[in-house]
T-cell receptor, first 117, second 112 residues
């Protein structure tokens, strides 16, 4: 299994500022993802973080707004840029293990609860 | 786009009653996964179903994948208060490189 940590766990930010969320996995994983979840809602995939190259963004999400880095197999960052109140949400880092019988099992971090005033 | 529909959205049961949540896709899935998210927590992987008609059990939980690989269900027998949470199905279309599409989730409340 993989244990994922995120920081910060929560933050309250002013409109127009940016916040970078860090995600650390305790083992090498094949893929890392960033999701957004509104309270009581389902998970929406923002992007797949690719090691050493640009992230792959889902429809409705763009690099200028959500720049993502993944410098190695166990670490990734998501920046929420030029924030507005509509960006208030829980941001979840997720990773998929590499190899083994549970190769497709996907793990989630504890999430970062962002409030934009 | 491809969507996974999940019902019901909410379910309240008395402790000891059974519970079932259903997921449906308009197109064939390559596999489907189920997750549980406790209130205030993050999604935790429960199981993956791959084969047509597959049935898997985990103690009081029974997972089924339809013959056409377009629908799936999670059934909990004799619910307990520890079963409280939101249950999500997540389907994958195409190969393992494709991403998961999450259903809307079923929020289960178990009344003691």
């Amino acid at each position: 299994s993989a244990v994922i940590s995120q920081k910060p766990s929560r933050d309250i930010c002013q409109r127009g500022t940016s916040l970078t969320i860090q995600c650390q996995v305790d083992s090498q994983v094949t893929m890392m993802f960033w999701y957004r979840q509104q309270p009581g809602q389902s998970l929406t995939l923002i992007a797949t973080a690719n090691q050493g190259s640009e992230a792959t963004y889902e429809s409705g999400f763009v690099i200028d707004k959500f720049p993502i880095s993944r410098p190695n197999l166990t670490f990734s960052t998501l920046t929420v840029s030029n924030m507005s109140p509509e960006d208030s949400s829980i941001y979840l880092c997720s990773a998929r293990t590499s190899g083994g019988a549970k190769e497709n099992e996907q793990f989630f971090g504890p999430g970062t609860r962002l409030t934009v005033l | 786009g491809q969507q996974v529909m999940q019902i019901p959205q909410y379910q309240h049961v008395q402790e000891g009653e059974d519970f079932t949540t259903y997921c449906n896709s308009s197109t064939t899935l390559s596999n489907i996964q189920w997750y549980k998210q406790r209130p205030g927590g993050h999604p935790v992987f429960l199981i993956q179903l791959v084969k047509s008609g597959e049935v898997k059990k985990q103690k009081r939980l029974t997972f089924q994948f339809g013959e056409a690989k377009k629908n799936s269900s999670l059934h909990i027998t004799a619910t307990q208060t520890t079963d409280v949470g939101t249950y999500f199905c997540a389907g994958r279309y195409g190969g393992s490189a494709r991403q998961l599409t999450f259903g809307s989730g079923t929020q289960l409340t178990v009344l003691p």
